[in-house]
T-cell receptor
Framework: SQQGEEDPQALSIQEGENATMNCSYKTSINNLQWYRQNSGRGLVHLIL?????REKHSGRLRVTLDTSKKSSSLLITASRAADTASYFC????????????FGKGTMLLVSP | DAGVTQSPTHLIKTRGQQVTLRCSPK?????VSWYQQALGQGPQFIFQ???????QRGNFPDRFSGHQFPNYSSELNVNALLLGDSALYLCASSLDTSEAFFGQGTRLTVV
């Protein structure tokens, strides 16, 4: 079963704009991770944020986590055509070791 | 570091047949997890291996089984294939509760 839900399901923007994707989940978590997937290939790990962290940055990526609302957001600044992909959030529970529960993903299209 | 490698990349099998997929984890990682991703969906957890034992299992039937070898590599076996088993099968390796690194996946088509 899917734990989280990403919103929106699809997002279309122009190069240079910012893209924001949201993720909601249902149960308590140890950490939340964001992944990118190009054209149904493997998942690329983007960033991990632990339950005691509120914000994390990595290059053009900014992730926030609000455990009280059970939600997270991924911001990609100054987007590029190469950012076109599906983005998934995945949660790891305290008792689940490193097993991940994924949402259905957000498809991001960045047009030149 | 070669990262997580999976083989084969693509596979076509007939209903009722059996299939074995292989995964080599990232160097230094001792935990291997398998996921099934149907078209348009997020990956779903199948099972996880640690110290050559199945540590956790998702909601998949017993037709799905696995193995982990002493070098931490792993196999996923699916018996009595159904059309609905057609999917991208992803292997992920990790160390404890750190981030999971995924391979490129094996695209299985059952006809």
């Amino acid at each position: 079963s899917q734990q989280g839900e990403e919103d929106p399901q699809a997002l279309s923007i122009q190069e240079g704009e910012n893209a924001t994707m949201n993720c909601s989940y249902k149960t308590s978590i140890n950490n939340l991770q964001w992944y990118r997937q190009n054209s149904g290939r493997g998942l690329v790990h983007l960033i991990l944020i632990r339950s005691n962290e509120r914000e994390k940055h990595s290059g053009r990526l900014r992730v926030t986590l609000d455990t009280s609302k059970k939600s997270s957001s991924l911001l990609i600044t100054a987007s590029r055509a190469a950012d076109t992909a599906s983005y998934f959030c995945a949660t790891a529970s305290f008792r689940g070791y490193s097993t991940l529960t994924f949402g259905k993903g957000t498809m991001l299209l960045v047009s030149p | 570091d070669a990262g997580v490698t999976q083989s084969p990349t693509h596979l076509i099998k007939t209903r009722g047949q059996q299939v074995t997929l292989r995964c080599s984890p990232k160097s230094g990682h001792d935990t291997v997890s398998w996921y099934q991703q149907a078209l348009g969906q997020g990956p779903q957890f199948i099972f996880q291996y640690y110290e050559e034992e199945e540590r956790q299992r998702g909601n998949f039937p017993d037709r799905f089984s696995g193995h982990q070898f002493p070098n931490y590599s792993s196999e996923l076996n699916v018996n009595a294939l159904l059309l609905g088993d057609s999917a991208l099968y992803l292997c992920a390796s990790s160390l404890d509760t750190s981030e999971a690194f995924f391979g490129q996946g094996t695209r299985l088509t059952v006809v």
